[in-house]
């Protein structure tokens, strides 16, 4: 790859990786769905803002803009596939791409629903 197609690469892996390692907001969905409930409350995996529900706004632009870095990635390595040597890390990388990308759609979806609600 070269130096510009790097560059954009790692731009729009920033766009997921930068939100969720400063609030967690996936990493905060699937653990809290994954645990039971301890003394009628959900456990969390970090405290933080965006769990409120005054700011589920927020959480959905966070988690679209984390929807849009994943999906611009997975498109960017499939348009530029011709100039990866390893084809294994390649497919690996896409593949897991793709999977992180649903998950944060669905993710997107229930936040949006909620916000819908009336939180």
Not at 20 to 43: A, C, D, R, T
Not at 75 to 103: E, P, Q, T
Request: proline share 3%; hydrophobic share 55%; glycine share 6%.
């Amino acid at each position: 790859m070269t130096k510009i197609q790097k560059i954009w690469l790692g731009i729009f892996l920033g766009m997921f990786v930068v939100p969720e390692v400063l609030w967690s907001p996936v990493s905060n969905y699937i653990f809290s769905m994954s645990k039971p409930l301890k003394h009628g409350s959900i456990q969390i995996f970090r405290d933080n803002f965006l769990l409120s529900s005054d700011n589920i706004n927020i959480l959905s632009t966070v988690l679209f803009i984390q929807m849009a870095g994943l999906l611009l990635s997975f498109i960017y390595l499939l348009v530029h596939h011709g100039v990866i040597k390893n084809k294994l890390v390649l497919w690996i990388s896409c593949a897991l791409l793709f999977l992180a990308s649903v998950l944060v759609f669905f993710l997107f979806g229930f936040s949006v629903s909620l916000r819908n609600i009336g939180f």
